[in-house]
């Protein structure tokens, strides 16, 4: 079975794939496999296609209705990053609210002249109301974490929740956790970021499309919120009005950044391909229209 991979992806797991090519998704008519990180893949490049294995949680950018067409299955790696992109939340939760990234280079650029009396201050953590945007696994898996620094959860989810326009109003953080999806597209428009309340902060780890971006600076260049951004929209690009800011903190799409979690992550794609090698089911199949 001819495998073409976009990259070489990281863990012991990958050298088992004995007949994977990498090189980018140029037409091939004997390549059954393709292993794409939420890569645009056009089926008609590769007439044998039988499978389309994702290094990532996240399909939005692969076209899975159009595979699932052409008969092409689609898979992905949920569940093994679920703690990595957690834990950067909370990373991002801290450093935006404690004003950490600032302390920082207040110390490096030698502006640290008194003593610890004579810093600037900062919002408490403990005790806040922390709104999360999706209560699936990586958006349960922060709500387990908050239960550490004793915050009120509110939640918004596809069954119900908190409707999404009162936890934006009455939550001091909220952190976002949907797919990306026709409806999520835009969810954080001006009008909801409105909603924020002063000095609130905003924490972005699943994909920057959810937010109007340009809202979104306009919000962050006021001074009237705090962010901590780890996805835009138009990636690797970040608007140039963000870089100099001191209410943002900018991390490049680290959110599954752990060496354990990538070797989890290629471990898993490389079960979908041998299950499909082998003739067994997929172990983690995307379903088109789910």
């Known amino acids: 079975m001819k495998i073409l991979a976009t990259r070489r992806y990281p863990g012991p797991a990958f050298d088992e794939l004995e007949t994977v090519e990498v090189g980018p998704l140029e037409p ?3 390549v059954e496999v393709l ?3 939420n890569e645009p893949v056009d089926a008609s490049l590769f007439p044998s296609l039988r499978l389309v294995a994702n290094f990532g949680v996240g399909y939005d950018r692969i076209g899975v209705e159009g595979l699932a067409h052409r008969g092409v299955a689609v898979t992905n790696t949920p569940g093994v990053l679920d703690a990595a992109t957690a834990d950067l ?20 650029e030698g502006e640290w002249h008194g003593s610890w009396a004579d810093g600037f201050l900062a919002e408490e953590l403990t005790g806040s109301t ?28 596809r069954s119900g929740g908190t409707p999404l ?53 306009a919000e962050l ?9 780890d996805v835009f929209a138009h990636e690797p690009h970040v608007p140039e009005a963000l870089l100099s800011l001191p209410n943002v903190v900018l991390t490049p799409h680290l959110g599954s950044g752990t060496r354990q979690t ?29």
């Not at 450093?95 to 302390?103: D, K, L, P, Y």
């Not at 909220?174 to 909801?192: K, N, S």
């Not at 260049?221 to 951004?229: D, H, K, M």
């Open 89 to 108: 939340t909370w990373a991002l939760i801290l450093a935006v609210r404690r004003r950490i990234v600032e302390g920082d280079q207040r110390v490096r």
């Open 28 to 30: 091939r008519d004997d």
């Open 221 to 229: 260049v006021s001074g009237r919120i705090r962010a901590g951004l």
């Open 165 to 217: 326009d009162d936890l934006l109003a009455a939550s001091d953080i909220v952190t976002v956790h949907a797919p990306l999806t026709p409806e999520t597209h835009g969810l954080l428009d001006a009008r909801r970021l409105s909603l924020l309340r002063d000095g609130a902060c905003l924490v972005n780890t699943a994909r920057g499309e959810i937010i109007d971006e340009d809202a979104l600076v």
């Open 35 to 37: 292993v794409v990180a």
């Open 130 to 157: 922390l709104g999360i945007i999706g209560l699936g696994r990586i958006g349960s898996a922060v709500a387990r974490r908050a239960e550490g620094f004793e915050l009120r959860v509110l939640s918004t989810r």
């Open 262 to 290: 990538r070797e989890a992550m290629t471990r898993l794609v490389v079960d979908n391909i041998l299950a499909l090698q082998t003739g067994n089911p997929l172990v983690t199949e995307v379903k088109a229209g789910v």
